[in-house]
C-alpha cells in the first residue's frame, strides 16, 4: 500500500471510531443506592444522552449480579409513593432521559450476592434496535447525593418535542 493510502485507511478507522462514539448513546453517573445486606431490590440510576439523530429506546437491563432487572417509574397516587413498571424508555435524538430517586429506577431484583459502598455492578443496556451498552455502576450512600440534585421529576417526559421545524431558515454560508 502506498503511504497515502494507508494514511487514508487510518484516517477512515480513526474517523469512523469517533462516528461511533459521537452518534450512540452515553450512559454518566451511573450508579446503585446501597441497601442493607437483606434487601432483595435495589435501585440503579444513571443519564442516557442520545447523541444519535435516531431516536432509541431502551427495552431492558441484564446483569450477573441479579436474577432479575426491570424498568420502573416512581409516582405519587392520592399521597401515596407507588411505582409502576415500564416496558421501555424512549430516548429522543440529541436528547437525555434521567433515572434518578423519585422517578424513573433501574430495578435490581434478587442479588445474588450482598453489595455494599464502592462495589461496581456491570449492567448491560440493551435496545429496540438490537444494540447494547455496557456500564460499569459505583454502589454507594443516596441521601446525601439526592439532595444535591434539583431536576425537574418530569424531565423525562419532554420526550417527544419536535425540533426540526425550521430547518430551511438557517441555512450557513460557507
Ligand atoms: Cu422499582
Same mark, same amino acid.
Given at each position: 500500500? *502506498?503511504?497515502?493510502a494507508i494514511l487514508l485507511t487510518l484516517f477512515f478507522l480513526a474517523s469512523s471510531a469517533? /462516528?461511533?462514539s459521537m452518534h450512540g448513546i452515553e450512559a454518566h453517573d451511573p450508579w446503585v443506592r446501597e441497601a442493607p445486606p437483606t434487601a432483595r431490590v435495589l435501585a440503579a440510576y444513571l443519564q442516557l444522552h442520545n447523541h444519535g439523530d435516531k431516536m432509541r429506546t431502551? =427495552?431492558? =437491563? %441484564?446483569?450477573?449480579a441479579f436474577k432479575r432487572i426491570e424498568l420502573h417509574r416512581s409516582e %405519587? *397516587?392520592?399521597?401515596? @409513593?407507588?411505582? @409502576?413498571r415500564v416496558m421501555k424508555i424512549m430516548i429522543p435524538a440529541h436528547g437525555k432521559v434521567s433515572f434518578e430517586p423519585g422517578?424513573?429506577?433501574i430495578m435490581l431484583i434478587n442479588p445474588l450476592a450482598p453489595l455494599k459502598s464502592g462495589d461496581k455492578v456491570d449492567l448491560t443496556l440493551h435496545f429496540a434496535d438490537? !444494540? !447494547?451498552? /455496557?456500564? !460499569? @455502576?459505583d =454502589?454507594?450512600?443516596g441521601a446525601a447525593h439526592d439532595m444535591k440534585h434539583h431536576h425537574d421529576p418530569d424531565h423525562s417526559m419532554e420526550m417527544h418535542k419536535e425540533s426540526h421545524g425550521d430547518m430551511n431558515k438557517?441555512?450557513?454560508?460557507?
Open positions: 500500500m *502506498k503511504p497515502l469517533w /462516528a461511533s431502551l =427495552v431492558s =437491563v %441484564e446483569s450477573p %405519587e *397516587k392520592d399521597g401515596m @409513593a407507588t411505582m @409502576a422517578s424513573l429506577h438490537g !444494540s !447494547s451498552l /455496557a456500564v !460499569s @455502576a =454502589v454507594r450512600r438557517h441555512q450557513h454560508d460557507h
